[in-house]
């Protein structure tokens, strides 16, 4: 519509005398603003998608703190009502564990009540010997994990100091005993040895004081985005639940093995099904997975919208050379060299362009504090993004260019002259 608007109003007499000058008036102008416009527009697109890139790269690049690769996992949720002492529940979880361990291609196998990377789960205020009691809003808050023995090895937890949890732990009426994580050690212990501390937590008001007896990594169990937060492990039999996680580290193919998986659970309780089976590479990527869909719908409209101010700067150049013809012609005549005249030329371009860029610059710092949500380690005002964005459009601008201004170069004088 603007065109045919503008065509509507165009100075019929100039025209006919091939007076340029009237030829393009508005319509020229309105042709740089439009060109100016894709280029505010890409710069806005092109920077958000640059900050979700890099975002996203900075999520991939994150230390889990466990090994994902090639594990299996299901949940196994066991009536209470047939299960209701711990016993019961721990020997059934154990000889399904031991069971699994033995199939071909299994490394190891283990459970735990939460799936990492699904959620804090259960926290719990602790309570460490020799320390006054907390006071109110200044309580210790930990993440909660019950895991059957062999949870470390099979997810390739480091064991940083210390022992990992053995069979003779995992009986309901042995002591006490905790593994921390190190984040537990740097913002509760504060430097003080952790090997021998007791603790004690308040999921039960009269627990006892047990003993720290291993320190392992820290892992992301919130989600792959959160800080590892301070995380107690209990053994199995000290926090029994119904239902558990199991994780299996295979070989190779993980999901070969969910039908042997699944038949020993079955032989175990013929009423009993498995659920959620997937590979924990899976429940990670689902944690990228809003981030990168961001990202790739981000980049695409990006690249059209470069694409459009690519082909909108060419169209507009290779119209003015049209238009300029004559002129371009008479300055070649008149001694003007090749080099001037594809100054001249990308100059004509360099203007929408350059008030684009600027536009876009003060919209994309306006507009990409809405991302703020979706990004990672860098912020919405990340300056080498501010930087590379306008090198690049600037770079396309000058590709666009380089066509018409060269053509308008190698324009003969006496050609240009005899155009009416």
Not at 9 to 14: A, P, Q, T
Request: glycine share 10%; charged share 20%.
């Amino acid at each position: 519509m603007p065109p045919a608007l503008v065509t509507s109003r165009v100075d019929l007499i100039g025209a006919l005398r091939g007076d340029s000058r009237s030829g393009l008036g508005a319509g020229g102008r309105l042709r740089s603003w439009l060109v100016g416009a894709e280029v505010a527009i890409s710069v806005v697109l092109l920077t958000g998608a640059m900050l979700l890139f890099r975002s996203l790269m900075g999520f991939e690049a994150l230390n889990p703190g466990l090994d994902p690769t090639n594990l299996l996992t299901f949940r196994v949720s066991i009536p209470a009502a047939r299960y209701e002492n711990v016993s019961r529940r721990t020997q059934f979880f154990g000889s399904a564990i031991e069971q699994i361990e033995h199939l071909p291609g299994v490394r190891s196998a283990s459970a735990v009540i939460f799936q990492p990377f699904s959620g804090p789960g259960f926290g719990t205020w602790v309570n460490i010997e020799g320390r006054p009691p907390a006071k109110p809003g200044e309580e210790l808050l930990a993440l909660i994990r019950s895991v059957m023995p062999g949870y470390f090895r099979t997810l390739r937890i480091p064991l940083k100091q210390g022992r990992d949890f053995t069979e003779s732990d995992n009986v309901e009426k042995s002591p006490q005993r905790f593994i921390v994580n190190e984040a537990f050690v740097r913002q509760f212990l504060h430097g003080e040895r952790p090997l021998g501390k007791k603790i004690n937590t308040l999921m039960e008001p009269k627990n006892p004081f047990g003993e720290i007896i291993g320190v392992v990594g820290d892992v992301r169990e919130w989600s792959i985005d959160r800080e590892p937060m301070p995380t107690v492990y209990y053994t199995y039999s000290q926090l029994s639940f119904t239902s558990m996680i199991f994780m299996v580290r295979a070989e190779r193919n993980p999901l070969s093995l969910s039908e042997p998986a699944r038949r020993i659970i079955r032989g175990l309780d013929p009423t009993q099904p498995i659920a959620e089976v997937r590979t924990l590479e899976d429940i990670l990527g689902e944690n990228f997975a809003r981030q990168r869909f961001s990202a790739w719908l981000l980049s695409g409209f990006s690249i059209v919208a470069l694409v459009l101010a690519g082909v909108g700067i060419y169209g507009v150049l290779a119209y003015s050379v049209t238009a300029r013809t004559r002129e371009l012609g008479v300055r070649a005549a008149l001694g003007a060299d090749a080099r001037s005249i594809i100054a001249l030329v990308l100059k004509t371009g360099a203007r929408p362009v350059m008030g684009g860029v600027v536009i876009g610059i003060a919209g994309a710092l306006a507009l990409t504090g809405l991302l703020k949500s979706l990004l990672f380690g860098i912020g919405p005002r990340d300056l080498l993004t501010f930087l590379v964005v306008p090198c690049l459009l600037a770079a396309v601008a000058l590709l666009a260019a380089f066509l018409p201004a060269r053509r308008a170069a190698h324009l003969d004088p006496m050609e240009a002259l005899r155009i009416e």
